[in-house]
């Protein structure tokens, strides 16, 4: 990360709290869609300005791609912003659909890979397109549960888990927290209580590992899998 662009996140992530009703505690709006759209809205095509915007792929799921095999198998990034991760699961070989609940966020990734082959679509993860019910072998989620404050845990998980074929995969990348306690965010890092909970609805927890990715504090990466 440059110099400069360290400075123009550093000032992004001001503006973006001060406008973040979640940050002093009020949540009028709980599952935050005016204060997400607004990062984009406001971000101008400054990827600097999108505070998750790595430029890459999350390392803890490039790591995971490394030995796993997705071809051929239909995969859905949630909460993809601007496309990174999505990518990732189309270079390894899945028929991938990404949404976000911006707009802005969803032409922004088109912009970024003119030539993908993901299927980038505007959808809201608590009122997703009908289709996607049971239509998917693989589902990914990176950061987007810990984004929102635990009480919609349970309902995030149900719409996960809802995506999945039977058989099929969740994939959740998120940090932990040693803490059962609930933390206070945002972010809202998972405690081992919120990851199994996430895996009740028709899923088992296949692997669960605590791993601490370069100049990061420790993550969950869950795998979870419905019956066949
Ligand atoms: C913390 S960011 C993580 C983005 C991306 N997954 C990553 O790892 O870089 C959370 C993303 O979820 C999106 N999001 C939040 N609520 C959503 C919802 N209800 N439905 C779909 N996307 C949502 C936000 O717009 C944002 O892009």
Known sequence: MSLDF?????????????????KSGQLDDPYRREWFQAVYD?????????????????????????????????ALDVGCGLGDNAEALAAAGADTTAFDLSANAIAWARRRFPDSRVAYRAADLFDPPPEWRGAFDFVHECYTLQALPNALLPE????????????????????SRPNPAAPEGPPWPLSRGDIH???????????????????????WRALCRRAA
């Open 6 to 22: 360290a400075a123009r996140r550093a000032a992004a992530r001001k503006r973006l709290d001060a406008i973040d009703p979640a």
């Open 42 to 74: 406001l971000a101008d095509g400054d990827e600097a300005a999108v505070p998750w915007a790595d430029k890459q792929a999350h390392p803890l799921l490039r790591d995971w791609l490394k030995t796993a095999s997705l071809a051929g198998l239909r």
């Open 156 to 175: 995030a998980g149900r719409a996960l888990a809802s995506f999945l074929k039977p058989g099929g995969r969740l994939l959740v990348i998120a940090r």
């Open 197 to 219: 909970a996430l895996a009740a609805h028709g899923l088992t927890l296949e692997g669960l590992e605590e791993l601490a990715p370069p100049n990061e504090p420790a993550h």
